[in-house]
């Protein structure tokens, strides 16, 4: 059973500052990774994958992977407090069946 | 807008009870995915439908049921309601078995709100 670590939070960054998110996943075969965001009430959306080690970023976001440490990570430049959400870092269950989410962790950025 | 609508958005049911959760997809998606999400959790994969037939199953018992209609809509059903069963029941779908961005481009329904006492 693969299983996604991810520190629950709350995270509280202030405004204007980088918010770093790190998953861990314990199937060393894995070999994409997603970041949804999902605010309070509403529904997940994907926000940034990756495939290849390294950093791959798309406007403020940042995603960084480490296959040789199993890790994961969501960075947030300029934090703004519509970043204010759970975080979710996700990776397929097996071939063509969907993903196994972590659990989330909170972002609050304080204005 | 993610396109795909459920129904109901929250139901209250008894324990034994069952229930049925509905979901309309994208036009063309062919693909389902049906997700738990209890409180301060992330989502549970339960199962996913592929041109209308079960390709996947995670960790769900077998009264958690599941059908896909060729509209391009899909209902869940849940027997024997038990209290841990309430929860957040999102509906996914893309088009295909990989979207364009791969197998993670799920697009969420807003998810039925159900709670059980």
């Known amino acids: 059973q693969k299983e996604v670590e991810q520190n629950s939070g709350p995270l509280s960054v202030p405004e204007g500052a980088i918010a770093s998110l790190n998953c861990t996943y314990s199937?060393?075969?894995?070999?994409?990774f997603f970041w949804y965001r999902q605010y309070s009430g509403k529904s997940p959306e994907l926000i940034m994958f990756?495939?290849?080690?390294g950093d791959k970023e798309d406007g403020r976001f940042t995603a960084q992977l480490n296959k040789a440490s199993q890790y994961v990570s969501l960075l947030i430049r300029d934090s703004q407090p519509s970043d204010s959400a759970t975080y979710l870092c996700?990776?397929?269950?097996?071939?063509?069946?969907?993903?196994?989410f972590g659990k989330g962790t909170r972002l609050s950025v304080i204005a | 807008e993610t396109g795909v609508t459920q129904s109901p958005t929250h139901l209250i049911k008894t324990r034994g009870q069952q229930v049925t959760l509905r979901c309309s997809s994208q036009?063309?998606?062919?693909?389902v995915s049906w997700y738990q999400q209890a409180l301060g959790q992330g989502p549970q994969f339960i199962f996913q439908?592929?041109?209308?037939?079960?390709?996947g199953r995670g960790n769900f018992p077998p009264r958690f049921s599941g059908l896909q209609f060729p509209n391009y809509s899909s209902e869940l059903n849940v027997n024997a309601l038990e209290l841990d069963d309430s929860a957040l029941y999102l509906c996914?779908?893309?088009?295909?078995?990989?979207?364009?961005?791969?197998?993670?481009?799920?697009?969420f329904g807003e998810g039925s709100r159900l709670t059980v006492l």
């Open positions: 036009s063309g998606h062919n693909t």
């Open positions: 439908y592929y041109r209308e037939e079960e390709n």
């Open positions: 199937d060393r075969g894995s070999q994409s």
């Open positions: 990756i495939y290849s080690n």
């Open positions: 996914a779908s893309r088009l295909g078995l990989a979207g364009s961005r791969g197998i993670g481009e799920l697009f």
């Open positions: 996700a990776v397929p269950h097996s071939g063509n069946t969907p993903l196994v």
